[in-house]
């Protein structure tokens, strides 16, 4: 369902045949993600064996052209997708993921650490409409929550029942806790004078410039000042995020007097770190990118705690990156130079046994 997914599941295949666990697997793609630019050629090249299911979901659906889209998804699936399998999903908040997750007799679940504090309430409405829509589509539907915070920007979702045959793990950069794995980091990494920063679309989030806007750009100010004057003999790679404005790299490209490359090539800013692995540093407001990046190995940072954002906006930032070490924070000026890598010790076997039983 989403681009940055592709390179996990390229990881989770490397590595669960480097422990000679090679049954065979194949993927499920969705039109919307095959057709972006750059994937196809990924997707050729990393798996064998791939199915393209029609999903589009970049079209603004009408009524018709929603039932159209379910009907055709509906009549695809009764030809393809074979119940013994087991399916392998990171995603159970889109309406066709829930689908998938119906069809199957058994499923791995990979998803986040789930927790709808008392910053979040019922939003009905959208509670409502997936209900509609999953009965419609046959998929197991979800309450929705805002988180109340953020005016709309942070949402989460609860699946309504129990998934039968179902395990759940959780993602966790070397963790051994109950319930969670984790991959290896990338081989090859050689830390040479690149820098990359991942884009947020902070502009259009209503708790960054609703109140304390002033305040807010003065500390980005502060932050990308300081590392444009420590690290002036590195380049810097900008991967924009999917949906911000441009006006995000304008204003952090100045701060930067104009130094910034911005990169497009690739079609997350996880296939750039995946295929590009000399990167020295990378940093983030509180992007998921970061995650992905300490967990492949690179030193990564988040600054989001020097923002002074509402406290249930934070505490969903925290929930994302549950797991990750104090460093992995920046919380003043001279913490962003220091670096913050996973420990080179592993052990595959242990770490990806859950996976393993759970495939088993």
């Given at each position: 369902?989403?681009?940055y ?19 065979e697997?194949?993927l ?25 299911a029609?999903?589009?979901i ?8 929603r ?7 509906r ?5 393809n ?5 087991i399916?392998i999903?990171?995603?159970k908040s889109?309406?066709?993921?829930r ?14 650490i789930?927790?709808?504090g ?31 915070s953020?005016?709309?920007?942070i949402r989460?979702?609860k ?9 759940k ?9 109950p ?28 708790y ?5 806007y ?14 444009h ?14 949906l ?18 911005r ?6 800013s ?14 983030s ?12 190995g ?5 600054f ?5 954002f ?9 929930q ?26 592993f052990?595959a ?12």
């Open positions: 369902m989403h681009r997914d592709l390179i996990f599941y390229a990881r989770l295949i490397e590595s669960l045949k480097s422990l000679n666990f090679r049954p697997y194949r499920i793609v969705t039109a919307h993600v095959y057709n972006m630019p750059h994937v196809k050629t990924f997707v050729n090249c990393f798996f064998s064996n791939y199915f393209i029609p999903i589009d970049a079209a603004r659906y009408g009524l018709i052209s039932i159209i889209a379910i009907c055709k998804l009549l695809w699936a009764s030809a997708l074979v119940n013994r399998e399916l999903s990171c995603d889109a309406l066709f993921s689908y998938f997750l119906k069809q199957y007799a058994f499923s791995l679940l990979i998803q986040q789930e927790e709808i008392v910053g979040y309430k019922l939003d009905l409405r959208s509670t409502i409409l997936d209900y509609l829509w999953s009965t419609l589509l046959g998929a197991y539907y979800a309450k929705w929550f805002i988180n109340s953020s005016s709309g920007s989460a979702l699946i309504s029942t129990t998934i039968p045959n179902t395990v793990l959780y993602c966790i950069p070397d963790s051994y806790v319930g969670s794995f984790c991959l290896p980091p990338l081989r090859d990494i050689c830390r040479q004078k690149l820098v990359v920063l991942f884009g947020s679309r902070f502009l259009s989030w209503p960054f410039v609703n109140t304390n002033e305040s807010r750009v003065e500390t980005l100010t502060s932050i990308f000042t300081s590392l004057c420590n690290l002036r003999c590195h380049d810097i790679v900008y991967i924009p995020h999917p911000e404005s441009g006006d995000e790299f304008a204003l952090i490209n100045h701060l930067f007097c104009g130094r910034i490359s990169e497009c090539r690739f079609f997350s996880e296939h750039y770190l995946y295929e590009n692995r000399n990167i020295d540093y990378t940093y407001i509180g992007s998921t990118s970061s995650w992905s990046a300490y967990n492949m690179f030193s990564s940072k988040v989001y705690k020097m923002l002074n509402p406290g249930s906006v934070e505490s969903a930032y925290n994302i990156f549950t797991g990750l070490p104090e460093s992995f924070f920046a919380t003043q000026l001279d913490e962003l130079l220091q670096p913050c890598i996973r420990n080179p010790l052990d076997d242990q770490a990806l046994r859950p996976v393993i039983q759970a495939l088993s």
